[in-house]
């Protein structure tokens, strides 16, 4: 059962780094997107700036903005190094090949079902059970060390010490034995009473165990069930920001294109299309992170692959 639980926390723990690797690869490809229209609308109100159109202040504003870009694009390129290494620290590797995937698009079916029955389903607490089992039984024969040993012996022996004959029968003898011995360790110096207490102790405390791990599975579960339609619903309300943002931008370009908007109207829109699209994908990660750990507190697998 231990060897069991371990190979599926071992599982759980891949997977979910693999999507952490994969979600920091897409913030990356997002956040250089992100850098890459802020520069151009850097040369472009610089260039309205030498016309007389902007001003300096706007120039200001859009490189504060293209520098903030810059920064949050390098911290997603040093995550997702990190993210890479934790993933072959996990596959016993020196290296892994860049994650190439989706990540999974979930839902709240998934996790409608689920009930705890972690003294079932989750092998790591049925091993404990056994182990509190075990311990009560030593606890209970280490407990009676001064109760005297009782034990029956006998023997039978058929022989002949007349002669060397191995055929000659009426030379043979019967002799048998047997008997009762009682044997009683009075003191010994303590060492028993020591070993029983030892005992009693090691039961105490794994019954302990036994009942924290149990509790903190019943914790998790309502926590990480919770926090995954929370993430699920903030997910989801970020994919109708995003197509909201992309309509946004149409009109801000066209807009522009007629007049009746700015270059700032357009970079706003770009900008809220950016951050609903970092939101989706942190939200869909801490979706899947949650079912990972509602997967670890259940000791079921949840996760579509």
């Given at each position: 059962?231990?060897?069991?639980?371990?190979?599926?926390?071992?599982?759980?723990?891949?997977?979910?780094?693999?999507?952490?690797?994969?979600?920091?690869?897409?913030?990356?490809?997002?956040?250089?997107?992100?850098?890459?229209?802020?520069e151009d609308h850097?040369?472009?109100?610089?260039?309205?700036?030498?016309?007389?159109?902007?001003?300096?202040?706007?120039?200001?504003?859009?490189?504060?903005?293209?520098?903030?870009?810059?920064?949050?694009?390098?911290?997603?390129?040093?995550?997702?190094?990190?993210?890479?290494?934790?993933?072959?620290?996990?596959?016993?590797?020196?290296?892994?090949?860049?994650?190439?995937?989706?990540?999974?698009?979930?839902?709240?079916?998934?996790?409608?079902?689920?009930?705890?029955?972690?003294?079932?389903?989750?092998?790591?607490?049925?091993?404990?059970?056994?182990?509190?089992?075990?311990?009560?039984?030593?606890?209970?024969?280490?407990?009676?060390?001064?109760?005297?040993?009782?034990?029956?012996?006998?023997?039978?022996?058929?022989?002949?010490?007349?002669n060397d004959s191995?055929?000659?029968?009426?030379?043979?003898?019967?002799?048998?034995?047997?008997?009762?011995?009682?044997?009683?360790?009075?003191?010994?110096?303590?060492?028993?009473?020591?070993?029983?207490?030892?005992?009693?102790?090691?039961?105490?405390?794994?019954?302990?165990?036994?009942?924290?791990?149990?509790?903190?599975?019943?914790?998790?579960?309502?926590?990480?069930?919770?926090?995954?339609?929370?993430?699920?619903?903030?997910?989801?309300?970020?994919?109708?920001?995003?197509?909201?943002?992309?309509?946004?931008?149409?009109?801000?370009?066209?807009?522009?294109?007629?007049?009746?908007?700015?270059?700032?109207?357009?970079?706003?829109?770009?900008?809220?299309?950016?951050?609903?699209?970092?939101?989706?994908?942190?939200?869909?990660?801490?979706?899947?992170?949650?079912?990972?750990?509602?997967?670890?507190?259940?000791?079921?697998?949840?996760?579509?692959?």
């Open positions: 059962n231990e060897y069991t639980w371990a190979e599926f926390e071992t599982a759980r723990q891949v997977e979910l780094q693999f999507f952490r690797s994969l979600a920091s690869a897409t913030l990356k490809e997002v956040s250089e997107q992100n850098v890459k229209l802020l850097l040369r472009e109100v610089s260039a309205f700036k030498k016309a007389g159109v902007s001003t300096n202040y706007d120039v200001l504003q859009v490189d504060v903005q293209l520098t903030e870009a810059r920064s949050e694009a390098m911290n997603a390129a040093d995550t997702v190094t990190i993210s890479k290494g934790h993933l072959a620290e996990l596959l016993g590797e020196t290296e892994v090949r860049d994650p190439v995937g989706k990540l999974p698009e979930l839902t709240p079916e998934l996790v409608s079902s689920v009930r705890l029955e972690s003294n079932v389903s989750r092998p790591d607490l049925v091993a404990l059970g056994d182990r509190v089992q075990a311990s009560e039984g030593n606890a209970t024969a280490s407990s009676r060390h001064w109760v005297p040993r009782v034990s029956l012996f006998g023997s039978y022996n058929y022989y002949n010490n007349r191995l055929t000659n029968f009426d030379a043979f003898r019967d002799a048998y034995q047997a008997g009762v011995s009682v044997s009683w360790n009075i003191f010994d110096g303590f060492v028993s009473t020591s070993r029983a207490h030892q005992a009693a102790e090691r039961q105490v405390q794994l019954e302990t165990s036994l009942r924290a791990t149990q509790l903190k599975a019943r914790t998790d579960f309502d926590v990480w069930k919770r926090k995954y339609l929370y993430n699920l619903s903030v997910y989801r309300s970020r994919l109708g920001n995003i197509d909201k943002a992309k309509e946004a931008v149409r009109l801000a370009r066209e807009g522009r294109k007629a007049g009746v908007r700015t270059s700032f109207d357009l970079l706003n829109a770009e900008t809220d299309l950016y951050r609903a699209q970092a939101g989706a994908i942190n939200a869909q990660l801490g979706s899947i992170e949650a079912l990972v750990n509602l997967e670890l507190a259940t000791g079921q697998t949840l996760l579509p692959l």
